[in-house]
């Protein structure tokens, strides 16, 4: 079955970077694009961005343009999302998913109609002084 | 960017239905697929309906979703209503190049 394991829980100081890890199984990684989604303390659901599978194109939110970063590393089916200059208000769980529902000739990527499924677990950040 | 706008809360008894509404604030909703996600408390998000009316399988016919043009909303069912429906619900449509979530609907079975 297709699984998605994030990395552990991190404690990270304002100013400072994170890196999060996401390992797909159960599937071919490189048919299908991975997005990125965080959840604040309390708060609902916020789309930051994707990167292909296949050639490790990015679509980033306008949010995140220059403080985030998504790579593949195809050898391990992982995928990492990089966050710098990190504030308190980015304390929140962040999720890995697949994306489906948009794909040409055998590779699903983001676009029109795409939907996330399955999830990672999440991986909770934390930013404090 | 549009908006998806949710109801905050919403609670029945076990057995009834309950209705999600999701309002898109600009654009038309059928103008790209809705999608509905369940989140219990403490996990990760997983998708109950896809492409407006798709049930993934494993997920009860309970669930069933709807596109209203005329209200420019989409709307998320749950008939039977049972306690381990207790959930927040949200939706998310696209454009543009972005996704956008819905503001997220907590569903009480009392």
């Known amino acids: 079955q297709v699984q998605l394991v994030q990395s552990g829980a991190e404690v990270k100081k304002p100013g400072a970077s994170v890196k999060v890890s996401c390992k797909a199984s159960?599937?071919?990684?490189?048919?299908?694009?991975m997005a990125w989604v965080r959840q604040a303390p309390g708060q609902g659901l916020e789309w930051m961005g994707w990167i292909s599978g296949d050639n490790g194109n990015t679509n980033y939110a306008q949010k995140f343009q220059g403080r985030v970063t998504m790579t593949t590393d195809t050898s391990t089916s992982t995928v990492y999302m990089e966050m710098r200059s990190l504030r308190s208000d980015d304390t929140a769980i962040y999720y890995c998913a697949r994306l489906k529902g948009y794909c040409i000739g055998g590779f699903c990527y983001g676009g029109s109609g795409n939907w996330f499924d399955p999830w990672g677990q999440g991986s909770l950040v934390t930013v404090s002084s | 960017n549009f908006m998806l706008t949710q109801p905050h809360s919403v609670s029945e008894s076990p057995g009834k239905t309950v209705t999600i509404s999701c309002t898109r604030s600009?654009?038309?909703?059928?103008?790209?697929?809705v999608h509905w996600y369940q989140q219990r408390p403490g996990s990760a998000p997983t998708t109950v309906i896809y492409?407006?009316?798709?049930?993934p399988s494993g997920v009860p016919d309970r669930f069933s979703g709807s596109i209203d043009s005329s209200a420019n909303s989409a709307s998320l069912t749950i008939s039977g209503l049972k306690t381990e429906d207790e959930a927040d619900y949200y939706c998310?449509?696209?454009?543009?190049?972005?996704?956008?979530f819905g503001t997220g609907t907590k569903v009480t079975v009392l």
């Open positions: 159960g599937y071919t990684f490189t048919t299908y694009a």
């Open positions: 600009s654009g038309s909703i059928a103008s790209d697929y």
């Open positions: 492409e407006d009316n798709k049930r």
């Open positions: 998310q449509s696209y454009e543009s190049s972005n996704d956008v």
